[in-house]
């Protein structure tokens, strides 16, 4: 089994770049929007709206990030207030 995860991350490597240091972005953004706080539905939101921007920003060619980063970003928007309908 370790063999088919190794496998997986390896391909995942060459998708979106070294997983360490793809962490430590994602890690960096999260720690901004939840300013040390409490982690509501809104800021969960945001972190995924967070880690798709940084998977566009390794592969923009892949439209599929952006798309995840604005279907976040509608979700952020009803759990504000901000809509009322997906």
Not at 8 to 35: S, Y
Not at 45 to 62: C, Q
């Amino acid at each position: 089994m370790s063999d088919n995860v190794g496998d997986l991350l390896a391909q995942r490597g060459q998708q979106w770049g070294d997983a360490i240091g793809t962490h430590v972005r994602i890690a960096k953004v999260w720690d901004a929007i939840a300013n040390r706080e409490e982690i509501t539905a809104l800021k969960v939101a945001l972190m995924m709206e967070g880690l798709k921007l940084i998977r566009a920003d390794i592969n923009p060619d892949d439209p599929d990030s952006f798309h995840d980063a604005q279907g976040y970003d509608r979700i952020a928007e009803l759990i504000a207030g901000h809509r009322t309908e997906l």
